[in-house]
């Protein structure tokens, strides 16, 4: 697979599978991204919102292979 590397994409530290669950671990980017999200985005981005978790589910799934 290629490296990304890019200012505003954290670096991929780590993966773990634990059973049925696998996480990625991300250096930390200085800020929690949940205090930049309101109820009120969260409604108004719904699409985006699936996009990118479904965004999230493909890559641990490739890395998962």
Not at 12 to 26: I, K, N, P
Not at 36 to 59: C, E, F, K, Q, Y
């Amino acid at each position: 697979h290629q490296l990304l590397q890019h200012p505003s994409v954290p670096r991929l530290l780590a993966t773990v599978e634990r059973g049925d669950y696998s996480h990625m671990v991300f250096e930390w980017g200085g800020d929690s991204l949940i205090g930049h999200l309101t109820p009120g985005d969260v409604a108004r981005n719904r699409g985006l919102m699936h996009a990118v978790l479904r965004s999230l589910i493909g890559l641990t799934e490739a890395i998962e292979d």
